[in-house]
């Protein structure tokens, strides 16, 4: 059965801020997903569904049986393929016209013009520290939003980079953190979607410009209390990427 | 001395810096942000910044997974 465009995003175009643009402007936009673990599942198959036109993948490793209590887009058939293939194959029975180009590849210094150039958005689902750097300063240079987000236990965390001041790193410093690894510390499946899902409701709020953003403001989630919180913060004094207080950007 | 952590109200004793406040607290330095009324501390500058009565204080835990 062909399911037309229009018929996909009826229920979206049916929100009381749409605007007869929207449709085609998902259609047009580009977004990369960087690290397609538990967060990257979730904001891709919302993505997808919703309607953007191309998602570029990137992600270097191969699915194991531990991903599959949270990375959804993943049955027992993937193991040992390379997630970004594994996510393919999924996103294209969801979302049959979407474009998608799969990188198997790590984030580096060297390669982050080549796999990151060229989107409008970019979502982090990392799962470190250093690369999460380079996005930063890949959004702050290129002047490209990045929803970054981050679960881990029961908690997540989603905020926005929206190519200029404030910065991640105006927020947590530039002395990096210790690795939180889900395998030591474990991760209830759901929290790590939960971040996800936020994170393609962001996307979708910066690429049809509508609602309150979460530039400047981090959403935090504790599921184990259930309390969840949004935090404004402010650009940093000599923040070494953004160049915070001191300067505006670009002089 | 009271403080609004998070959005609760605290008392918190003997509390003359940000370092001081994150031990009463059993807060682990190395995982979080800190902002006290808003301004964004640096972890090198908790031990030298002054946290004083009815502060409002925002601990953001950096949250790694994904």
């Known amino acids: ?251 | 001395m009271r403080l609004i952590i998070n959005g609760e109200p605290r008392v918190l004793p003997g509390t003359g810096n940000v370092k001081d406040m994150l031990d009463r607290l059993g807060v682990d330095h190395q995982t979080v942000a800190v902002m006290v009324n808003g301004e964004i501390v640096v972890r090198t500058n908790f031990e030298t910044h002054p946290v004083r009565d009815n502060d409002t204080v925002e601990i953001v835990r950096f949250v790694g997974g994904g």
């Open chain 1, 1 to 251: 059965m062909v399911i037309t465009e229009k018929e996909r995003v009826r229920r979206l175009v049916s929100l009381p801020e749409a605007k007869p643009g929207w449709i085609r402007r998902l259609r047009q936009s580009r977004v990369a997903i960087v690290g397609i673990g538990g967060l990257g599942n979730a904001s891709a198959l919302y993505l997808a569904a919703q309607g953007v036109g191309h998602l570029t993948l990137i992600d270097p490793d191969e699915v194991e049986p531990h991903n599959l209590g949270r990375q959804i887009l993943f049955g027992p058939p993937d193991v040992g393929r390379p997630k970004v293939e594994a996510a393919c194959r999924t996103l294209r029975f969801i979302a049959p016209d979407i474009s998608l180009a799969a990188e198997a590849a790590a984030l580096t210094d060297e390669k982050q013009e080549t796999l990151l150039a060229g989107h409008d958005v970019i979502v982090d689902g990392l799962d470190n520290w250093e690369a999460r750097l380079i996005l930063n300063r890949f959004s702050v240079h290129h002047r490209v939003p990045v929803v970054f987000a981050g679960a881990i236990g029961y908690e997540a965390q989603v905020y926005v980079v929206n190519g200029g001041k404030p910065c991640m790193q105006c927020l947590f410093g530039d002395d990096g953190f210790v690795e939180q690894s889900c395998a030591l510390l474990g991760v209830l499946g759901p929290v790590a979607g939960m971040a996800g899902t936020v994170q393609a409701q962001e996307v979708l709020k910066l690429l049809l410009n509508t609602g309150d953003g979460l530039q400047g403001r981090i959403w935090t989630y504790d599921a184990f209390r259930n309390v969840s919180r949004v935090v404004g913060f402010t650009p940093r004094a000599q923040c070494p990427v953004c160049g915070g207080k001191e300067h505006e950007y670009g002089r």
